[in-house]
């Protein structure tokens, strides 16, 4: 058994893919139509072949609550693993992001939360070798 897909929920499907591939860096892997929506996600540029990313449109009632819940505790979608979070923290201030979180050492790692402009708050993390 493997993760080959897992999915954020989006406000805007077009927003988010331009979010995430133009700011974040991730590149399109797929994008078919489906009615007023698309089955769209994207990968790594480090593993084209790895798990997609589906940015899932968020219409279904029971996700705007959700949602909600979670930013305004602060909790994270979704958490993606980086080299190094102080310098993507740097990287995405300067293109603009908005973090909730700055990198943070939680002992066994470094972290950073960021706002998507999607509706979703993100973690970044780097694992400290040999913590975890």
């Avoid at 406000?11 to 590149?27: I, K």
């Avoid at 979670?70 to 102080?86: H, K, T």
């Avoid at 201030?93 to 939360?113: C, K, L, S, W």
Wanted: hydrophobic share 40%; proline share 8%; glycine share 8%.
């Amino acid at each position: 058994m493997r993760i080959e897909l897992t999915s954020v929920y989006v406000d805007d499907q077009r927003a988010a893919l331009e979010f995430y591939t133009e700011v974040l860096g991730f590149s399109k892997h797929h994008d078919i139509p489906l009615g007023e929506h698309s089955w769209l996600t994207v990968v790594s540029p480090d593993a084209p072949g790895g798990p997609q990313l589906l940015l899932e449109p968020a219409g279904h009632p029971a996700v705007k609550p959700y949602r909600d819940a979670l930013v305004e505790d602060g909790i994270p979608s979704a958490q993606f693993a980086v080299d190094d979070v102080a310098a993507e923290y740097e990287r995405l201030t300067g293109n603009g992001v908005t973090f909730t979180q700055p990198p943070t050492d939680i002992g066994t790692a470094v972290v950073a939360v960021f706002d998507d402009t999607c509706g979703n708050l993100i973690q970044l993390i780097t694992e400290k070798p040999g913590m975890v």
